[in-house]
C-alpha cells in the first residue's frame, strides 16, 4: 500500500506467474504489487490472470508512482475494475515502461487501457518492429 509500498528491484529472470487470481472488488491498488514506488520490476510474465478491484488494478501493479520502471513485462488474462484498470498496470506516475505489453481482456469503468488505466508523465519505449 501507499505506506508500505514495494521500493526494491524484482528480476522475475524471464520466468512467469501462472493463474494468479485475486478477487477484492471493494479495495484499491491490486496487482501481484498493489503499491510500487521508486522500484524497478523487470523479466517477469503474468500468464492467465484473473484480478478483480476497485481503483488502480492491474496484472503487475495497481500503482507505480515516483520513478517505478517496467522493463519487459508481459501480461495476459482478465483484469476488471472501476476507475484505472489497465492490463499491466492500474495507474503509473512518472515512470518508465519498457518493451513490455499486455494481452489482457479489460473491464472498467473510467479510465480502462490494454496496457495502463492511467498514466502521469510515463516514458513508454517499445522495440523497433
Do not use: H
Amino acid at each position: 500500500n501507499s505506506l508500505t509500498p514495494f521500493t526494491g528491484t524484482l528480476d522475475g529472470r524471464g520466468y512467469s506467474v501462472e493463474n494468479l487470481f485475486i478477487n477484492a472488488k471493494d479495495k484499491n491498488n491490486i496487482g501481484l504489487f498493489g503499491y510500487a514506488e521508486n522500484s524497478e520490476i523487470k523479466n517477469l510474465g503474468l500468464v492467465k490472470v484473473s484480478i478483480s478491484g476497485n481503483n488502480k488494478i492491474g496484472a503487475l501493479a495497481g500503482n507505480i508512482n515516483a520513478g517505478g520502471k517496467v522493463l519487459n513485462c508481459f501480461s495476459t488474462g482478465e483484469i476488471s475494475g472501476n476507475i484505472n484498470v489497465g492490463g499491466l498496470i492500474g495507474s503509473i506516475k512518472e515512470g518508465n515502461i519498457e518493451n513490455s505489453y499486455s494481452a489482457t481482456n479489460i473491464n472498467g469503468n473510467y479510465n480502462a487501457g490494454g496496457l495502463v488505466g492511467w498514466n502521469v508523465e510515463t516514458l513508454l519505449i517499445t522495440p523497433m518492429q
